[in-house]
């Protein structure tokens, strides 16, 4: 069973900087896309950010330019750094596989908070 782990979240001020980190309890690590997913308050969890199994990286328009994601093949982990945070960045944050039809189990996920 694949085991996510979330971390490095926290309660930052607009226009601060977070970085996220997902470990990925996963054989074969390097052969999988990964991204990013938040999830606001009553609203559906969202992708915020993918990288391929070459690291071809995709980005939607709302956060393209502020949010790089980045991968450790060799600590099976995932990174999101989070620049020019804005309080509608306020969401939980989990990783997952990039194939959003073939999910694994959602992990505990990560809080950010961006207010001032």
């Known amino acids: 069973q694949v085991q996510l782990v979330e971390s490095g979240g926290g309660l930052v001020q607009p226009g601060e900087s977070l970085r996220l980190s997902c470990v990925v309890s996963v054989s074969g690590f390097s052969r999988y896309g990964m991204a990013w997913y938040r999830q606001a308050p009553g609203n559906p969890r969202e992708l915020d950010a993918g990288i391929s199994s070459q690291n071809t990286t995709y980005y939607p328009h709302s956060v393209e330019g502020r949010f790089t994601i980045s991968r450790d093949n060799a600590k099976n982990t995932v990174y999101l750094q989070m620049d020019s945070l804005k309080p509608e960045d306020t969401a939980v944050y989990s990783c997952?596989?990039?194939?959003?039809?073939?999910?694994?189990?959602w992990g505990q996920g990560t809080q950010v908070t961006v207010s001032s």
């Open positions: 997952n596989s990039l194939r959003t039809n073939s999910l694994w189990s």
